[in-house]
């Protein structure tokens, strides 16, 4: 079964630009028909979805973050990533990415474990 692993910084400082890769195994980013997500969950906050992209390289955003995020792919390392710029104390969370067949995941779907990410002023 696929299996996704987020990687990247725990610490960021503000203004900055928060960045993270997933790395996916045992399927295929390029899988006809999936979405590759990025989720967050603040402190004592709900999951919050930030974006997908999609098998075909097509992306999609929430509101919420509006033109400060940017998810990208890497096919020949099988990673998609997200770039959070101008970061904020307020995006510190607990990062997931995730695999579903629609935008966003549900619990059924597959995710990573999910890393920690502080955002220091």
Known sequence: QVQLQ??????VTA???????CTVSDGSITSNGYYWIWMRQP???????MGAID????TFYSPFVGSRA???RDTSK???TLQ???ATPEDTAVYYCARAATKVAGADDY??????VTVSS
């Open 6 to 11: 987020e990687s990247g910084p725990g610490l």
């Open 15 to 21: 203004s900055q630009t928060l960045s993270l890769t």
């Open 43 to 49: 402190p004592g906050r709900k999951l919050e979805w």
């Open 55 to 58: 098998y075909s390289g097509s």
């Open 70 to 72: 940017s998810i990208s």
């Open 78 to 80: 099988n990673q998609f």
């Open 84 to 86: 959070l710029s101008s």
């Open 111 to 116: 995710w990573g474990r999910g890393t920690q």
